[in-house]
């Protein structure tokens, strides 16, 4: 008779449940015992695999006052019967009845106590609204071993001896032929084993922060390397420029110059830059006009700076000799001019800074030698102007300068090997690179107080500065054509007073030399 | 027996019983505290009741207390949009010995007491959760009945304005946090519901703030219509080059760049290889290249912003950057390896006429290596090619007053905004590429500029020996003495 399913266990409980508290009943019945049956019911309803024996006892009040009212003499029946009290489990529930046919009864079905079979009988009846007909006197008597003889008495018996059609719960079609005696308790169960109410009891009772999204990102490693690389060509460009010779040597310098007759080879004054000229302190200051000795000092100095600023350069040295030379002798003019622009926007003088404390004027009147093709205020107007609105860091000049010297497009390098063109591509690439990054940071850097809404704009606002920087490339290698033809009518117009000048104007042209 | 069975009185009596029994148990609550630590306290030290069936609550449910056993119900009921009907008289008293009797009854009750179907979540998708009412029900006597009714009512019309908050607060998550605070502070301070039906219309009428579109995004459409206009601004249909070069140009360049049709007629432009250039071909190629340039400068707004004076001063300095631009890029365009014109004549770097290929031999390998060779690489298009050629052109020079400077740094800003959004939305997907990209055409713009001196320098050799006869035009804008060298003065 018994099920082994999970809700019949709950059964055999609440039958046992049921037992003792009709033993208990004529014990002390009070009010405070009614509402104590009703918050352990509830209990043992929320948590049915929690069980412990006390809670049986309590529960059974809950069930006790319907039958009071409604019952009296079935419970004064059942009362008589056991006058001893509690006993074991088995025979608790052989005590039970049923009140339609007399079998043993498991509990309260539709609020009487009733067997499996009248209990699942009224059911069924109840779904179908089945009218059944007597073919005896409707006097038929329903007892255990013949039940079955006679539905309409047996239905009838079933109302008269109590039976709640009410009670009955709505037919479902997946129930259909196994009906559950105890709906409430395993609904509860399922509730709660159901991975949908553990789901819906969390969203329904916890509120859920949101995560604050993490607004600094952390720096990937290339970009690290970048910025190292970066804070190292700014410190090898101070090096440089602070590179200074013994004093007692100048002397000697001025008078193997006077003693020197010949023409000086790139190659020998490119390595060993000490036969141009000393290495006298820069002196950014522009504080008089210049004249025609200041030019000549100012070209040898600037000769000697450049030397020194591309042997210090990894890049450069890893270069071939043979590409060194072809690399050295296109790009002086270049890098002549992007120092002389920064140093002008420095000092703040109009014209064309130089290194010796000079500044050639961009008047006529005041220019020591004639500056035909206007290159001194294409400089200032074309190069040293916009330098000033863009107000450039150190970052950004030496890194313009490296990008200098390793483009390919800003003048032919036709003499190149093929592995020296591919070296130089690569290198300007990643020189423009870590501009970009350096000129991203600082922008980025000051769009992180705004918040991220500007993240955008400031990328573009970056890129347009890079661009700024790009096209005065182009401003520089007009002025480098415009100096070889101002060497060009210097020569032809023979300004140059004197023959020792004469070997240095031939010097310079060479350097300016263009395909 | 049977009349016991039929009456319909001791049905009655147990609901009031129940009732009873119910109010025994609030009493008893206070007087002797839970047992159990598995059930939740308020901090009024009550227990939680369902509001539905009066059984055990283990908190809020769709706004109100529920056990487990209604709360599943309603979420069943409400997924499943489930209608039943009570084969009773609709009001069978719902309580935790007999709640299943009667769904109808059950669910009907459910929406009484305030459960928000608004607030079930589909079975795979999550929402906003709505605030409830808070806090335990009163105690049900009469009196609490009447506030109950009132409640009730209150929870009902609050219902109507829930699926429009709904829908604002899963736009945006702050305003959520917000709403969730304002209900809080509202119920606190105004505990009747129809405090809270003008509040929350306000914060339903609350406008949405839209970002507007950035402006830089059209401007390469503008140009590039610009640049159409002109290209195809062809009323002679018919090519009369072959007896345009035979009349030399003696006016200076300041009358013929307000008058283009003096220099070469508007025939329609074509950028090809169909045959061998010729000088007579250069000539007819550069005049009708003028008045192409001539009719862009003048269609352009930042242009006609400048005074005469600086229109003249930048208009001679950038015909030849843009000569360079404008032929390499339409020789690119149209397939062709070398140098197109704009009337069908080609010179190829493999060979062509004797002069011309003694005039662009020291172009020539400069042209083919850092101007096409990044059109190519970058493949560049219209838009790229239009903005470039603003840049290029909108660039300081001396000889600007100081007007006219503010004019073309504003332009060039503008216009250098424009490529790297252009190429930030089409061409690249980081920052850092459409840098790279905008970075390497600005350096292309310097090749450009080698270009413009070696053909100054290859004009003036060439007219010294007479290889070429170039007219006065053409030599006095391949000469590059400054303004304020003008008339040049004669060579030594």
């Not at chain 1, 082994?4 to 449940?17: E, M, N, V, Y």
């Not at chain 1, 009518?489 to 023979?494: A, F, G, K």
């Not at chain 2, 007579?280 to 192409?292: K, S």
């Not at chain 2, 704009?342 to 004797?354: D, R, S, T, V, Y």
Request: proline share 6%; aromatic share 8%.
């Amino acid at each position: 008779m018994f099920s082994t399913l999970s809700p019949s266990a709950i059964d055999d409980i609440l039958r046992h449940a049921v037992h003792f508290g009709q033993g208990t009943t004529a014990i002390a019945p009070s009010p405070v015992t009614f509402i104590s049956t009703t918050t352990q019911q509830s209990l043992g309803a929320t948590y049915p695999g929690v069980f412990n024996p006390t809670t049986p006892t309590f529960n059974h009040y809950q069930h006790q006052a319907l039958p009071v009212t409604m019952h009296t003499s079935t419970s004064s029946a059942h009362h008589t019967t056991t006058g001893h009290g509690r006993g074991r489990r088995k025979n608790s529930t052989i005590n039970l009845v049923c009140v339609v046919c007399g079998d043993q009864a498991f509990g309260k079905h539709y609020g009487v106590n009733a067997c499996n079979g009248c209990k699942g009988f009224f059911r069924r009846s109840v779904w179908h609204n089945r009218q059944y007909l007597c073919r005896f006197e409707g006097r038929c008597a329903i007892a255990k071993e013949h039940r079955n003889v006679c539905r309409a008495c047996r239905l009838k018996q079933c109302f008269v001896a109590g039976m709640n059609p009410r009670a009955v719960q709505s037919e479902r079609v997946e129930r259909e032929q196994n009906g559950s005696p105890n709906q409430i308790e395993e609904d509860d169960y399922k509730d709660l084993s159901s991975p949908d109410t553990c789901s819906v009891e969390i969203q329904t009772d916890v509120d859920e922060q949101k995560p604050s999204s993490n607004n600094s990102a952390p720096l990937p490693s290339m970009e690290l390397e970048m910025a190292k690389l970066s804070e190292q060509i700014v410190e090898m460009h101070r090096a440089v420029c602070s590179y200074v010779d013994p004093v007692t040597k100048r002397e000697n310098f001025d008078m193997k110059m006077e003693t020197e007759t010949t023409k000086i080879a790139f190659m020998n004054a490119f390595y060993n830059p000490e036969m141009i000229g000393p290495r006298t302190p820069l002196d950014i200051t522009g504080r008089r006009v210049a004249t025609v000795k200041d030019v000549m000092d100012e070209w040898k100095r600037n000769f000697v700076l450049f030397s020194d600023w591309l042997r210090a350069l990894p890049e450069y040295n890893q270069m071939s000799i043979e590409d060194q030379i072809v690399l050295a002798k296109n790009r002086y003019g270049t890098f002549h001019w992007w120092m002389c622009a920064n140093w002008t926007v420095q000092a703040g003088c109009e014209g064309v800074c130089y290194s010796n404390g000079a500044y050639f004027p961009k008047q006529p009147e005041a220019q020591c030698i004639p500056d035909v093709k206007g290159s001194s205020g294409r400089m200032y107007d074309s190069l040293s102007i916009p330098i000033k609105e863009l107000n450039l860091d150190e970052t950004e000049i030496v890194l313009m300068l490296a990008v200098i010297i390793f483009s390919d497009e800003i003048t032919e390098l036709a003499d190149l090997t093929p592995a020296g063109k591919e070296h130089v591509r690569m290198v300007g690439n990643r020189f423009v690179r870590m501009l970009h990054h350096h000129v991203n940071s600082k922008e980025y850097g000051e769009a992180m107080e705004n918040g991220d809404d500007t993240q955008n704009s400031s990328e573009s606002q970056a890129a347009v500065r890079i661009a700024k920087m790009m096209i005065l490339l182009s401003a520089t290698t007009n002025l480098v054509y415009l100096t070889s033809d101002n060497i060009q009518l210097m020569e032809v117009l023979h300004v140059v007073p004197s023959e020792y000048l004469c070997h240095e104007v031939q010097f310079i042209q060479n350097s300016y030399e263009t395909p | 027996m049977n009349e016991r069975g039929m009456l319909v009185d001791p049905r009655f009596d147990a609901f009031f019983k129940l009732e009873q029994i119910d109010d025994y148990k609030y009493d008893g609550a206070d007087t002797s505290p839970s047992t159990s630590n598995g059930l939740p306290e308020t901090s009024n030290g009550g227990r939680l009741i369902c509001d539905v069936c009066g059984d055990v609550a283990f908190g809020k449910h769709y706004g109100i207390n529920a056990c487990n056993g209604c709360k599943g119900f309603f979420r069943r009921s409400v997924w499943s949009r489930r209608q039943y009907s009570c084969r009773f008289g609709g009001d069978c008293p719902v309580v935790k010995e007999h709640r299943n009797v009667c769904r109808s009854c059950r669910l009907k009750k459910c929406f009484e007491v305030g459960m928000n179907p608004d607030s079930v979540q589909n079975e795979r998708d999550r929402n906003a959760k709505n605030g409830g009412m808070g806090g335990p029900m009163s105690s049900p006597t009469q009196s609490s009945l009447c506030k109950e009714l009132t409640i009730s009512n209150g929870q009902i019309k609050r219902k109507r304005l829930r699926p429009e908050t709904v829908e604002k607060t899963t736009q945006t998550d702050g305003k959520l946090e917000i709403n969730d605070d304002f209900d809080f502070e509202n119920m606190q301070q105004n505990p009747t519901p129809p405090g809270l039906l003008p509040l929350k219309i306000e914060r339903i009428s609350t406008p949405p703030s839209d970002l507007p579109v950035p402006m830089d995004f059209s401007i390469h459409s503008a140009v590039l219509d610009i640049e159409q206009k002109v290209f195809y601004n062809c009323p002679v249909a018919v090519d009369n080059s072959i007896n345009a070069t035979k009349t030399p140009i003696t006016l200076p360049f300041e009358v013929v760049f307000r008058q283009p049709h003096l220099v070469c007629n508007r025939y329609p432009m074509r950028f090809s290889n169909t045959r061998v250039l010729t000088p007579e071909d250069l000539i007819d190629g550069w005049r009708r290249h003028f008045t192409y340039y001539s009719d862009w400068c003048h269609a352009m707004d930042e242009f006609k912003a400048l005074s005469p004076e600086d229109q003249i001063v930048l208009a001679k300095k950038k015909i030849i950057l843009h000569g360079w631009l404008v032929h390499a890029y339409y020789s690119y365009k149209s397939g062709c390896n070398g140098i197109c014109f704009a009337n069908g004549a080609a010179h190829l770097p493999e060979g062509g006429h004797p002069s011309i290929t003694e005039f662009y031999k020291e172009c020539m390998p400069r042209y083919l290596n850092y101007v096409i060779y990044p059109m190519h690489n970058f493949q560049m298009d219209d838009a790229e090619m239009v903005l470039i050629k603003c840049i290029m052109f909108f660039s300081s020079e001396s000889g600007l007053s100081a007007a006219g400077r503010q004019i073309v740094s504003a332009a060039r800003e503008k216009y250098l905004s424009a490529l790297y959004n252009y190429g930030r939305a089409n061409k690249c997907t980081t920052s850092a590429q459409a840098t790279l990209r905008i970075a390497k055409f600005m350096i292309m713009l310097s090749a450009i500029t080698s270009l413009t001196h070696l053909m100054n320098e290859g004009v003036h050799v060439t007219s010294l020996f007479n290889i070429i006869e170039f007219d006065e035009l053409i030599q006095a804008t391949h000469k590059t003495t400054p303004p304020q060298h003008s008339p040049p003065a004669p060579m030594g």
